[in-house]
């Protein structure tokens, strides 16, 4: 008996050791550049690993007027926003109508569609888009080199993944709900925004930020589909910033740990939301 406990206490012990160690080895690099963040140039190439002499607040504001972060980071929150409701929107209607409609063999077929958009490697798509991009118009507005195009590249890459977690999770709301909701004379259009919806919160939540934090940090698309300086998010952004000061490690180290505020502050906040969509639906999805 005494042997058992003692081999469980060491396995908890190791356990705990090996999360430890990842815990240093992830948040290393954050500190490391938020400590960069503050000090000279020349502190980071003679003092790479140590803390700062003194607390440098000047790169924050060189890094935010000489660079232009800030029209960055608002193009940045414009393209990011207003693509994470669009795939929101259509990824809720879609799921509702997989998951509640009964319409078996026809929706069997569209939700392999759909997913068959996971099993596509991003990288595949990037010629025929660029192509399609380039040479299209939607009301007058050209697609390339314009936010309105990246916002749809965006839509078009995170509809597979959001569909698949909000369907999964709608799978699992009892249909009673809606049998009484349908005697209280709901509509199919009132049944998805009173009843659905709001039940669905947790789901929408989690793929909201997942999408949020994938179009903040993306680089590729935004490199490819943007040509214009004004119209460049951060990402990119800071890739010219890095082009324009190779010398000024310590603004460009203040730039990204600017840029990833953002995505901390919402995880920070809704990390609870995020594990309770990824998990809600696992049980009958």
Known sequence: MNAAIT?????????????IV??????????WLLMSSFKTSREITVNTWGFPKHFNFDNYRQAWETAKIGLYALNSVKVTVIACLVT?????MTSFALSRMKYSRMNKTVYQFILFGLLVPPGALFIPLYRLIQQMSLGGIHLY?????????YCTYALPITVFIIYAFMLSIPNELEEAGIMDGLTAGGLFVKVVLPISLPALVTVTILNFIGNWNEYIL???FITSESLRTLPTGMASFNDGYRTNFAALSAAVIMSIIPVLVVYFFLQKQIIEGMTAGSVKG
């Open 7 to 19: 081999g469980l206490r060491r396995g908890k012990f190791w356990i705990h050791f090996s999360l």
């Open 22 to 31: 990842y815990i240093i080895a992830t948040l290393f690099p954050l500190v």
């Open 88 to 92: 929101l929107l259509f990824a809720a």
């Open 145 to 153: 080199n314009s936010h309105f195009g990246l916002i749809l590249v």
């Open 222 to 224: 935004s490199q490819l």
